[in-house]
């Protein structure tokens, strides 16, 4: 197990106000566990959908809370906080300077990379970003890394990040991507954004490690065909049962499935949930679908 983050400690900086949508969820107050919040669960279009007049996109318009920003998830336990992936782009008004552990990047694709633009060009301390080994990266992030400092992670590989041990698995994506097994104490939760499917070794593994909770990427509502790239809802629930998940979130919800979704309130199993910005997921509570 190698451990990324020696010299870089999360400061006790608090971030405002949960009431205030620029800004993430307060720390947790527990010491122990393992917490999740989703900071962004939408797609690269996010809802409302810029130009689109749907009933979804109209409804998020409306109402903030059915708003889906670009991915991003928060991971704390005790003084340990982790931003997976980077899709939001005002995270320096969200994190303080040093607010921090790390930050693990799914992929490298700008919707979910896009925040590291403008965070790089901040002052020290630097940020460690573990990341999949993708030669390529995102248009100049490498070459001007600034306050970045990249980590190629390996499959199946752990990685210790203050209190967190964060496990890679590949995942099924036009991108090398690699989805996150979190775990604290006893928790254990896995990210898995994004993804068609799952491969075989990835639910192989899964099958052994048992997370209690799996956020699992679902963009499309039912399809005729088989997606490319992204689940829609069967091959997400297919996955699902594949590794015996016994709690779902979905993720990288796209306005054609919220449409959907409002047609078919109701129909997923009870096991599974779609996900929102601002849930909190926890040893102690996942919040009812909407």
């Not at 939001?88 to 040093?98: H, K, T, V």
């Not at 399809?223 to 993720?251: K, M, Q, Y």
């Amino acid at each position: 197990m190698s451990t990324l983050n020696s010299g870089i400690l999360p400061s006790s900086g608090k971030i405002d106000s949960r009431h205030d949508s620029r800004t993430g969820p307060m720390p947790p107050k527990n010491t122990g566990g393992l917490r999740l919040s989703l900071l962004g669960t939408g797609d690269a279009g996010g809802v409302p959908l810029y130009g689109c007049s749907c009933p979804a996109c109209e409804r998020a318009r409306l109402d903030p809370r059915f708003m889906r920003r670009p991915s991003t998830a928060l991971v704390e336990s005790s003084g340990t906080r982790l931003l997976i992936d980077a899709g939001l782009i005002d995270l320096a008004e969200r994190f303080p300077s040093g607010n921090l552990t790390a930050i693990l990047l799914t992929h490298f694709h700008p919707d979910h990379v896009q925040g590291l633009f403008h965070l790089r060009w901040g002052t020290d301390p630097r940020i460690d970003v573990g990341a999949p080994p993708d030669p390529e990266g995102c248009a100049d992030l490498y070459k001007n890394n600034g306050l970045l400092k990249f980590h190629r992670l390996q499959e199946f590989s752990p990685a210790l990040f203050g209190d967190v041990t964060a496990t890679p698995v590949p995942l099924v994506h036009s991108k090398m991507t690699f989805g996150y097994c979190l775990e604290a104490g006893s928790a254990r939760i896995a990210y898995l954004c994004d993804t068609i499917g799952l491969p075989p070794g990835s639910v192989e593994f899964f099958k052994q490690w048992r997370p209690d909770c799996v956020i699992l990427d679902c963009c499309h509502p039912p399809l005729e065909r088989r997606p490319r790239n992204h689940n829609d809802v069967r091959t997400a629930l297919e996955s699902a049962d594949a590794i015996g998940a016994r709690r779902v979130i979905l993720t990288h919800v796209s306005h054609e499935l919220d449409l959907w979704l409002m047609d078919h309130a109701g129909t997923l199993p009870r096991h599974v949930a779609v996900g929102r910005d601002g849930m909190v997921i926890d040893d102690r509570n996942t919040e009812p679908s909407r």
